[in-house]
């Protein structure tokens, strides 16, 4: 495995670009075909495209970090209860926090169109099913992914022992398993829903970190690093513009993450840290400020709107997330 610091840095710079390029995704996503909560009469195809690039990957890449990060953590054999006692600190009091405190007051003020005629109860309620709370449905998803992984695991090396190899075949089989028909069993609950279409590309960060020796050799070779990465940027813009098979599709995902993984430099840099160390924060901020550009003027020149969505309300979420920390309320990011 790669040296510790390097290790760290790789992962630093990865999660930074995966809250960027989420970030950027929120704030074009008015110009989205895909999007109909405001309207504006811009159309811009160009932005159209690009937004559906990144719907692509934005969030498998998400997952696959967290998947990476328990590798980690499970091999610390805490047990299950602790588990679940730091993910509901460091995922569940913030969904239900932000929900609370910024989500629904912030929408309510600004008049949001989903809440016209919405009842106090119904949007207690949302937030328990995780319906209509925008993108914090990460949170649930992504608790109840541990969860599952934590479990599958456990009972995989009880029957088998600890096998690698045979245990992370019958994991990935299974992750197939929930991916392509988990909805069957998701009993119409969101987050589960979620949680089985999303594991997958958690497992995925969980093997790249359990094989991180290939990484490492592969990193070796800068020229042959970055023919990896333009072939699968390459066939992202492709399949996205010319949509192939589930299953292609699917693949073509698996070696775009994969080669994110083994591009990405393990250089130090002091703004991308920043970026990766807040970037929990940023992700829980960000897309609601949006709303209230579109609110303002969803008709503005959309180099304007993309301008303010992306840097004005970036640094905004940044800003409330270490202001957070500063006055000891880190709580509500998920810090203890």
Known sequence: MENKQNWSNSISNIRALAIIVVVFGHSIILYSSNWNIYTTKYTVPALDLLKRILDMFQMPLF????????????????????????????????????????????????????????????????????????????????????GIAWVGLWIIEKILGKNNIVNTVILFGGSLVLYFVGYKI???????????????????????????????????????????????????????????????TFVIKIIFIFSIYVWIPSNKNKIINIISENSFGIYLFHSPLTYIIYTLDVNANPVVVVGINFIVCGIIASILTILLRKIKLGFMIGEV
Not at 82 to 107: D, G, T
Not at 197 to 214: A, D, K, M, T
Not at 223 to 234: F, M
Request: a positive charge; charged letters at 10%.
């Open 63 to 146: 997952f696959s970090i967290s998947g990476y990060l328990f590798y980690f953590t499970y091999a610390k054999r805490r047990g299950i209860l602790h588990l679940i006692n730091s993910k509901i600190k460091r995922l569940i009091v913030p969904y239900i926090l932000v929900s609370l405190l910024y989500v629904i007051p912030l929408r309510i003020i600004i008049h949001y169109p989903g809440y016209e005629h919405q009842t106090l109860i119904k949007l207690l309620t949302n937030i328990l099913m995780a319906t209509d709370i925008g993108h914090l449905w990460f949170l649930p998803a992504l608790f109840l992914i541990f």
């Open 186 to 248: 998701g009993f119409g609950y969101g987050p589960l829903l979620s949680a089985y279409n999303y594991f997958i590309w958690f497992f995925v960060g969980y093997i790249l970190c359990e094989h991180q020796q290939i990484i490492a050799s592969i990193r070796k070779n800068q020229k042959i690093s970055y023919v990896l990465g333009i072939i699968a940027s390459s066939l992202i813009v492709i399949n996205t513009i010319y949509p192939m098979s589930v299953i292609l």
